[in-house]
């Protein structure tokens, strides 16, 4: 084996139509299976050849070991690049974008049902993978999250596309807080849309064998519908209450308005519920300029394309790593994990807009831009 197939496994499992489904399982289980580079690499040239595949029916999406789908992405060796090229773009920074951007964008735009099983941990770069599949399974396992605000980020990955289609100000509070969803909390804002218990992983696989696939790729959409609608109504463990959903009006008026509003509400809460106690004090402890950020990816809205959401996240995400927070946030998190991180400004009101018109501004020409035939 090669070492990109060591990370990500690939099989395939032969169903009784004669047909084929490609199951791809994130190998890095002590990582939490986090995206480095090789996987990136390994999922993109294994599911383009999928898609051209006319005996692959559908392809699976999931993780080794019962703790993580995918807990994020392999940050260190952006970390080690940043602080070895501060304030410019290292190659290997530019290069691991763009690949794992045209990999959410190819799930985004695959034509065949993807089916990612969002058990145990989903967070940041698993969200984009997860994000961009047509069936997203969610257990009563589940967490899932964007804490890209705690390193100094910002919620990538397809975020400014998928946050900005939830109820209210839902997406903008997610990607501030970094709150911790369940599965109910995951399917009430449209991240997972089919909700199954983790002891069902086997059954499923059993039945997907048993579908009677066929060449028609909008009628294999319906097949696999169908199979997690009748299984999840007989799960043992039915779907809780989201609280989110039960809380979407308070979340709503806390996030309404200007940041310098948003700020002053929440700084203001007292005693609050543990789970909204939790994310305030995250949000408090996270990079000012990821909040803005944040906020400026709230305004976007729907009016841009799957390509141009990309396109504008791969400039936003290659400054952070060059003239922003996130060579400090990682390092307070993960290398020395003090949790005493030194952001660039101490609050949210000593931002200056320019700093926030940089990062928002794309180092590159339109015609230079790496993704831009994305789409095309």
């Not at 190998?27 to 480095?36: C, Q, V, Y």
């Not at 690949?99 to 065949?112: C, G, I, N, P």
Request: charge should be negative; proline fraction near 4%.
């Amino acid at each position: 084996m090669t070492e990109q197939t060591n990370c990500v496994v690939f099989q395939t499992l032969g169903t009784l139509s004669g047909k084929l489904v490609g199951v791809a399982t994130l190998n890095m289980e002590k990582a939490l299976n986090a995206l480095n580079m090789e996987m990136v690499r390994a999922l993109t040239t294994q599911l383009t050849a999928w898609a051209d595949d006319d005996a692959i029916a559908m392809v699976v999406l999931d993780g080794a070991g019962e703790k993580a789908f995918c807990a994020g992405g392999d940050v260190r060796a952006l970390y080690q690049a940043a602080r070895e090229l501060p304030g410019e773009i290292p190659e290997v920074t530019q290069d691991f974008f763009t690949r794992e951007y045209f990999l959410d964008h190819l799930l985004h735009t695959f034509d065949k049902p993807v089916l990612v099983w969002g058990d145990g941990i989903v967070m940041g770069g698993g969200l984009g993978l997860m994000a961009g599949a047509s069936h997203r399974v969610v257990t009563e396992r589940s967490r899932i999250a964007m804490p890209e605000v705690t390193i100094g980020l910002y919620p990538d990955v397809g975020g400014s596309y998928f946050l900005n289609r939830m109820p209210g100000h839902m997406g903008r509070f997610l990607g501030m807080t970094a709150y911790n969803m369940d599965g109910a909390d995951a399917f009430y804002v449209g991240l997972g849309n089919h909700y199954l218990n983790s002891s069902d992983k086997q059954p499923l696989f059993d039945a997907l064998s048993s579908i009677d696939w066929e060449n028609d790729v909008c009628a294999n959409h319906g097949k696999l519908n169908a199979l997690l609608e009748a299984m999840s109504s007989r799960c043992a463990q039915p779907m809780g209450e989201s609280i989110l959903e039960q809380h979407q009006a308070q979340i709503d008026a806390l996030m309404d308005g200007e940041l310098n509003e948003i700020m002053t509400r929440v700084k203001a809460v007292e005693d609050a519920e543990p789970w909204l106690s939790r994310a305030l004090s995250t949000m408090l402890a996270g990079s000012p300029l990821s909040l803005h950020l944040v906020y400026q990816q709230s305004l976007l809205g729907t009016e841009l394309s799957l390509s141009q959401v990309f396109q504008l996240e791969l400039g936003l995400s290659c400054n952070c790593c060059s003239i922003g927070d996130f060579a400090e946030g990682v390092r307070a998190l993960l290398i020395d994990k003090d949790r005493q991180p030194q952001w660039l400004y101490e609050t949210v009101e000593a931002v200056p807009q320019e700093m926030v018109k940089s990062l928002m501004t794309s180092p590159w020409d339109p015609q230079n831009d790496p993704l831009r035939t994305l789409g095309q």
